[in-house]
């Protein structure tokens, strides 16, 4: 009964937030991230290749709409000590088809113009994997054009058959929450996204939360009791993360730091 009041009041919150500068992000429904391990002695030379070589490919599809979105992250703080991966450039579009459609345009246009940017790419960088997702909850504001420099990203195994309740507590209990800080200028904005593909019971975590920030002391306020309190006044606070923890379990965190974007 009382996990249903607190379903109620925390949408009821939701509306009553002013929603002028908040907002979603309908446009980059889509992520595909490539996940790359460079030695540590490369790494000023494969940002510079990423950035001066791989960066022009990428806009002339950005350019037509194709793709929405491009940003190349270093991993500063890996969710474990040992990650294999320590850069990921994601990659944002409208739909599935659109992925595809871009990775074959950028593929033919390499090879057609500049086979030895491959060569020098392979030469600096191992692609351990890749992954597809689809956002499925997010804010960020309006009026803030400034992308943000750092990105918290929390790996989550969500339960079999708590999808749903899941992401409606993201949606009805955290982005209230969310929303404060973004108005208050502590965060930038916030994702929630759901694991497409690859997937299964070997797969460790199935959705992810991004927390945007654009400076690194924002990093470490997060849901305080105060801020509960003010933005959900009277919610049992103990019961509302014992629902939350009930859906699901954090895998892994890590930062990651935006070194170039389109």
């Avoid at 470490?220 to 105060?226: D, H, L, M, P, R």
């Amino acid at each position: 009964m009382k996990y249903a009041i607190q379903i109620a009041l925390a949408t009821c919150l939701s509306l009553l937030i002013s929603v002028s500068v908040i907002g979603q992000t309908e446009e980059n429904a889509y992520l595909n991230i490539d996940y790359l391990k460079v030695e540590a002695e490369d790494h000023d030379e494969f940002e510079k290749l990423v950035q001066e070589e791989w960066k022009s490919v990428y806009k002339k599809e950005h350019s037509t709409d194709k793709l929405n979105g491009w940003y190349f992250y270093r991993v500063g703080y890996p969710g474990g000590h040992y990650s294999s991966y320590n850069y990921v450039i994601v990659t944002t579009y409208k739909d599935p088809n659109t992925l595809v459609r871009v990775s074959d345009a950028i593929k033919k246009h390499v090879e057609n113009t500049n086979s030895r940017l491959l060569e020098r790419t392979i030469g600096l960088a191992t692609h351990q994997f890749s992954e597809l997702w689809k956002t499925v909850a997010g804010i960020y504001n309006g009026e803030n054009q400034k992308l943000s420099e750092f990105v918290v990203m929390n790996f989550m195994m969500v339960k079999p058959g708590k999808e749903a309740e899941y992401i409606t507590l993201e949606n009805d209990m955290a982005r209230p929450l969310h929303e404060a800080r973004v108005e208050d200028g502590s965060m930038h904005s916030w994702r929630t996204y759901s694991l497409i593909q690859p997937g299964g019971l070997s797969y460790s975590y199935n959705f992810v939360t991004a927390d945007h920030y654009e400076e690194m002391n924002h990093i470490e306020f997060g849901f305080t009791n105060e801020l509960i309190k003010s933005v959900m006044p009277g919610t049992d606070i103990n019961e509302m993360f014992d629902a939350i923890y009930a859906t699901r379990d954090i895998v892994k965190s890590e930062m990651w730091q935006l070194v170039d974007a389109l």
